[in-house]
């Protein structure tokens, strides 16, 4: 579970990136950077969702300080 975040939390780093790179490149005259954004808000969006799940089936337990 912990890696599979992790690799998702790369992937939108890597799509946030990219998105930034096809701005300053593309000059705003292409959809590259919305694909990019889009891509990293469902990246985000499952992130949040498996987070959500791991928690309600038990596979993220609570830490106690």
């Known amino acids: 579970m912990k ?17 930034g790179f096809f701005l ?3 000059q705003g ?5 919305v694909r990019a954004l ?3 808000i469902i990246l985000s969006v499952c992130v949040f969702v498996l987070l959500m799940l791991g928690h309600y089936f038990g596979l ?4 106690l300080g």
């Open 60 to 63: 993220i337990g609570e830490r």
């Open 24 to 26: 300053v490149k593309d």
């Open 29 to 33: 005259r292409s959809d590259r950077t």
């Open 3 to 19: 890696i599979i975040v992790i690799l998702l939390m790369v992937f939108i780093a890597g799509s946030l990136l990219s998105a």
């Open 38 to 40: 889009t891509i990293r």
